[in-house]
């Protein structure tokens, strides 16, 4: 009978289940998140105290290492007090949060990605223009729209994973709420809901990994023109 009682909490499982293996991999993951938080808030302090990083490519990167801050912090924090405690009960609406939070900071710092590749691309196709076009309102605009495009997507991805039925046994075997072994657990068969978020994410993911290759292909060919030209008027002037 229990087994068709609607889940209200989850079960995470941690780093790993053998204690000997907890004591090498807690401090490992604790060191690993201490060093990317020194290293990330170092960057944004220098940022945004040196006013000559005041330019859209290390805005675009102080958002980066801000997303790279809350990303691990939802994720590795609640791992390790799992691991150390042994209890990884997690409530339903909190493995909700978590999930939603963690694809909001993942596809927004994607979205990110792509932003600054055509940052760049800008700059070296057309350097004359680049500085009224990435004004501050305009790089301001498209970090909101990765953000507000990550949000978009993560309410898709979590309504499509949560829209299922959970029924016991609900320990997820990872060591936070993530969408396929949250799904293994749904009492219904989960395929078609696991293909549409795939097809929907391999769409953006695809698009926004396109985009991103394009820029640094028009890079590539721009630096070669220049090179080559150089090259060409090194040889004319020696003649």
């Known amino acids: 009978m229990s087994n068709h009682t ?5 079960i995470l499982r941690g780093f790993s289940d053998i204690p000997q293996l907890r004591l090498v991999v807690i401090p490992f993951f604790l060191l690993v998140y ?3 938080l020194l290293g990330n808030l170092s960057i944004i302090m220098a940022v945004m105290r ?3 990083l005041h330019s859209p490519m290390y805005f675009f990167l102080k958002n980066l290492s801000f997303l790279d801050i809350c990303y691990t912090s939802a994720t590795i924090p609640k791992a390790v ?3 150390f405690t042994g209890s990884g009960v997690i409530s339903y609406l909190e493995c909700v949060a978590q999930l939603y939070i963690i694809f909001t900071f993942a596809c927004t710092e994607c979205f990110l990605l792509t932003t600054m590749a055509y940052d760049r691309c800008l700059a070296i196709l057309r350097p004359l223009l680049y500085g009224n076009i990435m004004s501050q309102n305009y790089c301001s605009s498209l970090v909101v729209t990765a953000w507000v495009g990550g949000a978009i997507y993560s309410a898709f ?3 499509n994973t949560f829209s299922l039925p959970y029924c016991g046994p609900n320990v997820i075997e990872h060591f936070f ?10 009492c219904t068969d989960y395929h078609v809901s696991e293909e549409v978020g795939f097809a929907v994410g391999s769409c953006i993911v695809m698009s926004s990994f396109a985009l991103t290759v394009v820029s640094y292909i028009g890079i590539v060919a721009t630096c070669s023109g220049y090179w080559e030209d150089s090259q060409g008027f090194r040889i004319q002037k020696e003649v």
């Open 6 to 10: 609607r889940v209200t909490h989850f």
């Open 34 to 36: 201490t060093f990317g």
């Open 50 to 52: 040196d006013s000559r």
């Open 81 to 83: 007090v799992i691991s």
């Open 157 to 159: 991805r979590t309504s």
């Open 177 to 186: 709420c993530d969408i396929p072994p949250v799904m293994r657990l749904s």
